[in-house]
């Protein structure tokens, strides 16, 4: 059984808010100087659900990425992590591929990769959070799509796929192949190995160009970026002065009721 | 009538007792045992460069007595010195008696010599070691059965071998007193073996009647000697460590006591540090019978002390009835040992403070047993805490081990208003400032970083600083045990500094300072390092810093740091900071010098929970706030935190505040920034 694991490298969603920097002129986002990007914290989660399922039923693990030179890192740590082979297309473009594009290019490689029983990817990636490529790959491949997973079993030849609701989940089953998005309440991924970590160091990464994989992005790409901003909060201090604490508490209330809190 | 005597005198057919040498082969046959079982471990080089000189050294601590009393220790410590008391009277008394009993051998039957004065003088020898074992043994009864500390357990073993030296010394006074007793005439000279002859007169002098006595005492005597040199041969009781431990100093680590041992040929590896007894060395496994449960490392324990369930005493004790089980039956595989017999949770209690190794008599190395059991569970089985788990996700990604709301900043923050030299840009400069994670992301101690720059520029050093590149030090992953992270960020590390040309590291942080000026050797990386307490102490010192008045007369207690004090044995230079500040007055807490309590934060503690038992910041706090300091004064970003925490916790912050040493010494000095400002302007 073959499990192919789509992830992307991401600039740290832990800098700090203040530091987000973006180029209005260019609609770009500016990666922020000496904080080293990370793999997307759902295609860890992705990542973490293929191990589980080659724990437990023997399957052959292979990641894609996208993106420049640097993106191998990502891939060097999903292989540390227990994933079997890496592959990284390299991305020549100018500007960053759009759902679309990056699903077309995930769907070239993932059929030159070959035979596969399983799909996953993030629910989302951390950086902007469309959420569309997991579900266009799917498409562009013909096969079916569950989203928002938060767990994932082998039952009977199918993939029985536990999906985030609003107040609950649902269980739903689809036949092979099929590609499943994966949700961070699939819990902690796991962390490399000593053994994983040297495999990872001496493992060859399979590189491939835009034309090794027959991708032709003429005509695929369907977003465009009309203007790129950072909001504006505001954010004030009411500080709500009293003698005694019962006091403070009762003028809290009041005041909340008053902005219409409670 | 002659001053001299006979050896064998009463007793015609004595001379078989020599035979009792033979026992000799039992007590070979008894350490090639237990050789056998320390090779159940991986063997490491035993003649090193430098192995001669630590015997000659490790002979010279066993017959002062180094550990045992104390010497050279700060502070000497009362409470210990009875049990070193004991000990060394015991020891000192033994080898008397040994060495005058062996000379009566030579004079009996090689060279006759004993005549006259020499035989007055060694007489009286062999009395004073009477003396002094009997007086020893005596103090051990009473500790042992009437003071009972609690870290000393009661076995059989422990009283048989008190029992039996008693016996021996008391029976080797009263076949004295017997034959002085039924000498005819009574010789004076014995006076010099004042204990005997005191006895003599109690039994009455000229007495041949007594012979009979003497006779018989003298086998039991005999009897008795060889009953424990028998005992010791067949069961390995606690009396074996005086052949075991000595040779357990011989072969003490050669390395500076900061260093772990990196894995050999890490890159070839299969699986990683100890999951069992065969995973350890040779040396690790001989520390194990060297041991002789005195429990000393379990009284200085942090982790004990605040009711962990860790005992670096029973891990040792534990670890030893696993390899006589090793030993026995080759098969026993399960339980293993790290995790099972040794539980997870004793093996991250360890804060790796070193106190324990630093107190123990015969040398026994503890925390790299820890931390091999801690590289088995991070490495091979990808088993530990989960805060554990996250800050090596954060080493992983990040490059430093820190997450959270507080660390939400770039590790070049810290700078924003500094004028600095960024290392690769000022050519010239040899000398790092080496930040250290905490240090660049922590708002506290990015304080203290800026204290230290401002200081440094005042006083004219010139020295750049990584900024936002800087990396961790790799000192975070050693200690969990993430010993692959550790290597390949030193790697990186050195490469860095080599291409830079760094030559001088100044580091506000003990650990990176362990880590980079011990432990960058193994690697290739040798350089100049020095924390930032000897820097300011040799620039005090050379009157680089002016210091003015402090505010106001302000009384401070200092804590030492584990991995200054205990690893790197800088105990001094801080103190001598504070005798250069006007207006403050240093107190000491009641455990400071090598016996200083852990803040609980080494180890990578700082990044765990700490749910059983006291919180070790908290006990450390309590012993601060009690000396009656408004300032508690550390010269480590990890304690900095842990104080502060505990202050904040115990609402202690209107008495009690925690400042970095180089704080406290910028609120002495005159120089302020902006003068700074205006000489750099002037030139």
Known sequence: ?262 | MEISREAFWNIQYGRPVYLGMLLLLPICYSIYRRYRLWSLGKPVEKLEKGRLGSFITGAAKILIHKRLLGIGSIPSSPKELYAGIMHALIFAGMLLLLLVTLLLAVHEDFVPFMHGVPYLIISFLGELGGIFAFAGLVMAVIRRYIRKPERLDNTLDDSLTLVLLLLLIITGFVIEGLRISATIPAPPWERWSFVGFALAEIFGLEKVSLLRWHKWIWWLHVGIFYGTVIYLCFSFPKLFHIIVSPINIFFCSLRPKGALAPIANIEDAETFGASDIDDFTWKQLLDLDACTNCGRCQDSCPAYISGKTLSPKRVIRDMKVRMEERGSKQSVKSPALAGEIIKDDDIWSCTTCRSCQEVCPVFVEHVDKIVEMRRNLTMTQSRMPEAVQLMVGNLFSRGHPWTGAQYMRLKGDWMDGLELNILGKEKNIDTLLWVGCTGALADRNADVTRSLVKILQSAGVDFTVMGAEEPCCGDPARRIGFEILFAEQVQQNIEIFHKHNVKRIITACPHCFNTIKNEYRQFGGDFEVLHHSQLLARLLRDGKLKITGGERRRRVTYHDSCYLGRYNDIYYEPRDILSHLPRIETVEMPRFGQRALCCGGGGGRIWMEEPVGTKINRIRTEEAFKTGSEVVVTACPFCLQMFDEGIRAKELDKDLKVMDLVELVETSMAVSGEEIQKRRETG
């Open chain 1, 1 to 262: 059984m073959n499990i192919i694991v789509c992830i992307k490298q991401v600039p740290d969603p832990e800098i700090p808010p203040a530091r987000f920097q973006i180029d209005p002129e260019g609609k770009k986002v500016l990666p922020p100087e000496g904080v080293a990007p990370v793999i997307s914290v759902f295609d860890e989660r992705a990542v973490e659900v293929a191990l589980r399922l080659k724990d437990k039923h023997q399957a052959k693990v292979t990641v894609i990425t996208i993106g420049p030179p640097a993106a191998k890192k990502a891939v060097r740590y999903a292989l540390s992590m227990g994933a079997d082979t890496g592959i990284h297309v390299q991305q020549d473009m100018v500007e960053e591929p759009d759902s679309f594009e990056s699903a077309h290019i995930l769907a070239r490689a993932i059929e030159k990769a070959g035979e596969y029983s399983l799909i996953l990817c993030g629910r989302q990636a951390a950086d902007w959070d469309a959420g569309q490529v997991g579900s266009i790959i799917a498409e562009n491949l013909g096969i079916p799509v569950l989203t928002v997973a938060r767990k994932v079993d082998l039952i009977d030849g199918k993939w029985r796929v536990e999906s985030v609701i609003q107040d609950g989940y649902r269980i739903m089953q689809t036949p092979m192949p099929a590609l499943v998005t994966v949700s961070s309440e699939i819990g902690l991924p796991r962390l490399p190995t000593g053994i994983g970590i040297i495999k990872a160091t001496k493992a060859k990464i399979i590189e491939w160009s835009l034309n090794d994989i027959g991708a032709d992005l003429s005509g695929i790409r369907r977003s465009e970026i009309l203007k790129l901003y950072i909001p504006v909060r505001e954010a004030k201090c009411h500080i709500v002065e009293a003698d005694t604490v019962p006091e403070a508490a009762q003028k809290l209330a009041l005041r909340l009721r008053e902005v219409k809190i409670i």
